[in-house]
């Protein structure tokens, strides 16, 4: 176990003696990009959106909350600080995520988050009261530095995922044209109730946004579209992502699907999908940047 007692207490008593973070002047809307099913694009879809965010106009942060760390790859940004990390955040060494959080070469795009020790974390905190309710507290004074805080989700409704939702104002939930998807988006959905009703957390589901769609399977889309309507009753995006190898591509090479290739059906359906967020959380009238400001802002990954 990385981390032993001692390095608890004086965590903590570190904590107490730091000075608090002076508020900013935002007041951020905070998304948890979640779905139980693995290799969906939740990150995918959390880097992609948080691009987007940032290149019109809005202070964006991105935090990884899943141990695997893939906003890191996706982004090819080493996801170190050297003012701590997510564990410090969890395990109360630091207040905030902001003094964790550091800024991209992306204009507008600050990144906080995962590091190899957070599945330890995770088990350090299971015994812990309130353990589900830390990150909301260490975004508190954080959100009035940004406009908008994405949360990239692991694929598992563990302590990690919890600490998301517990924190967010909406959760999106990515989804393919599966069956399995559609089973985790129902574990998602009343794990949300039950923050709304038991914890009182005022958590709304922003909607479903599916990806990997494939135009050509038509039954199975209306399949799957209709068990969303009728069976879940959840609001979809209107935006789909395609299957698109662009993105996979963009992936690999650890860059947006915007630096990579602006033009390809990737990109095109993850600017929709970022507008109509922005108009859900009704701040599309402050779109101002065209999509192609984005590569002239970014320096050669
Ligand atoms: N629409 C798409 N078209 C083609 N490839 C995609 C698409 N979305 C995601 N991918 C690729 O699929 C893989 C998994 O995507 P991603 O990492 O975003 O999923 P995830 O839901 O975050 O997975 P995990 O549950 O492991 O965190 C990645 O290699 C990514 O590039
Ligand atoms: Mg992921």
């Known amino acids: 176990m990385a981390f032993d007692i001692k390095d608890k207490i004086s965590g903590h008593l570190k904590a107490r003696l730091q000075l608090p973070l002076v508020p900013g002047k935002h007041q951020a809307q905070i998304i948890a990009i979640s779905a139980r099913k693995g290799g969906v694009g939740k990150t995918t879809s959390a880097v992609n959106l948080a691009v987007s965010f940032a290149a019109s106009g809005h202070k964006t942060l991105l935090i990884d909350i899943d141990p695997q760390a893939h906003v890191s790859t996706a982004l090819r940004r080493d996801l170190k600080s050297t003012h701590g990390n997510l564990s410090d955040v969890l395990l109360g060494k630091k207040r905030e995520v902001h003094e964790i959080a550091y800024a991209t070469n992306i ?21 812990k009261i309130g353990k589900e309710t830390i990150l909301a507290h260490a975004l508190e004074n954080t959100r009035t530095h940004y406009d908008i805080i994405l949360i990239d989700c692991p694929p598992n409704l563990g302590t990690l995922s919890l600490n998301a939702l517990f924190a967010a104002d909406y959760v999106l939930i990515p989804s393919d044209m599966s069956a399995l998807a559609l089973e985790g988006i129902g574990d998602i959905l009343s794990t949300v109730e039950t923050l709304r009703d038991r914890m009182h957390r005022p958590v709304e589901i922003m909607g479903v946004l599916i990806t990997r769609y494939d135009k050509r399977l038509k039954q199975m889309n209306s399949m799957v579209e209709t068990a969303l309507h009728e069976l879940l009753d959840t609001p979809l995006l209107e935006a789909r992502i395609p299957q698109n190898t662009a993105l996979n591509k963009a992936h690999l090479k650890g860059l947006s699907i915007f630096e990579f290739s602006a033009k390809s059906s990737g990109a095109l359906a993850y600017k929709e999908a970022a507008d109509e967020i922005l108009e859900i959380l009704g701040l599309a009238e402050h779109l101002h940047v065209q999509e192609d400001v984005v590569s002239a802002q970014v320096t050669s990954a």
């Open 107 to 127: 204009s507008n795009l600050w990144l906080a988050g995962s590091e190899k020790h957070l599945n330890e974390t995770e088990n350090c905190l299971a015994a």
